[in-house]
T-cell receptor
Framework: QKEVEQNSGPLSVPEGAIASLNCTYS??????FFWYRQYSGKSPELIMF????GDKEDGRFTAQLNKASQYVSLLIRDSQPSDSATYLC???????????????FGGGTRVLVKP | EAGVAQSPRYKIIEKRQSVAFWCNPI?????LYWYQQILGQGPKLLIQ????????DSQLPKDRFSAERLKGVDSTLKIQPAKLEDSAVYLC?????????????FGPGTRLTVL
């Protein structure tokens, strides 16, 4: 069973601070790693993805990948109350029939940004 | 571009009844996914279609769940008979096979309550 693990939270951060979210995965063959944001009662929306070791920045978001440690993280700088949501880590696995991408999601980390 | 459409948005049934959900993906997206998201958990892939063929249904409870995508466009997911533990949000997603193929676009979901 390929697993993706996240701390369920809630992660409480003051407005303007950095929120740090972590995710570990079990399948060493995983290729790509995704962070989705899900507001309460809404569907997931993609924030960013990363597939190379190191950091990738997009606005206030930075994804960090360490394949040797099977670890991916998301940093949210200058956190805003509108960032309060559940953040889902998802890992893409190779499908032998090469038919699209299969994502395995973690359980999500709930983030609360307090004004 | 119109997003992924799903209907109904909400459904309440009693256990042992049947229910069906409909999904219309983004135009031109060859890959279609059905996910089950139980409250407090991440989405779990039930079935993945590439055009009208099934590429992964390993987590679909086939004794009660069925899905089809006959013309390679819209899809239906059926549960018969429903159990209490089927209460969840059923998410449909689609992705293209080129361009933004790494991204799955989610519909608004159908919230199922089984009493």
């Amino acid at each position: 069973q390929k697993e993706v693990e996240q701390n369920s939270g809630p992660l409480s951060v003051p407005e303007g601070a950095i929120a740090s979210l972590n995710c570990t995965y079990s399948d060493r063959g995983s290729q790509s790693f995704f962070w989705y944001r899900q507001y309460s009662g809404k569907s997931p929306e993609l924030i960013m993805f990363i597939y190379s070791n190191g950091d990738k920045e997009d606005g206030r978001f930075t994804a960090q990948l360490n394949k040797a440690s099977q670890y991916v993280s998301l940093l949210i700088r200058d956190s805003q109350p509108s960032d309060s949501a559940t953040y889902l880590c998802a890992v893409r696995s190779y499908m032998s029939n090469d038919a699209g991408n299969k994502l395995t999601f973690g359980g999500g980390t709930r983030v609360l940004v307090k004004p | 571009e119109a997003g992924v459409a799903q209907s109904p948005r909400y459904k309440i049934i009693e256990k042992r009844q049947s229910v069906a959900f409909w999904c219309n993906p983004i135009s031109g997206h060859a890959t279609l996914y059905w996910y089950q998201q139980i409250l407090g958990q991440g989405p779990k892939l039930l079935i993945q279609f590439q055009n009208n063929g099934v590429v992964d249904d390993s987590q679909l409870p086939k004794d009660r769940f069925s899905a089809e995508r006959l013309k390679g466009v819209d899809s239906t997911l059926k549960i018969q008979p429903a159990k209490l533990e089927d209460s969840a949000v059923y998410l449909c997603a689609s992705s293209p096979t080129s361009g933004r193929y790494n991204e799955q676009f989610f519909g608004p979901g159908t919230r199922l309550t089984v009493l």
